[in-house]
């Protein structure tokens, strides 16, 4: 990572968490499926969209099928598997 400078434009995606948080710069590894923030592999959360099932007698919630890629202020609103997605990420690269 290297500091925030004013001129920086174009070229690859940068963290946003990185950027506000901590004024230095990380390329994005993951763009969140909620808001649409690029995001490196430290600030990635891994989880996915679930339905409510209506039965008789016995509510459930239903997995929907394929992993979602969650920034820290989405991933309340669905539901998160593991603490980081990093090991995955950082796999794939």
């Not at 174009?10 to 948080?21: I, K, L, N, T, Y």
């Not at 994005?28 to 808001?35: H, L």
Request: charged letters at 20%.
């Amino acid at each position: 990572m290297r500091p925030v400078r004013g001129d920086d434009r174009g070229g690859p995606v940068r963290c946003f968490d990185c950027a506000s948080e901590t004024a230095m710069v990380a390329e994005a590894a993951a763009v969140c499926a909620g808001c649409g923030a690029g995001l490196c592999v430290e600030h990635t959360l891994q989880g996915h969209e679930a339905e409510p099932v209506m039965t008789v007698g016995n509510p459930s919630v239903r997995r929907l099928p394929g992993r979602r890629l969650f920034c820290q202020a989405c991933a309340g609103a669905y539901v998160v598997e593991r603490a980081a997605a990093g090991a995955a990420l950082a796999a794939a690269r």
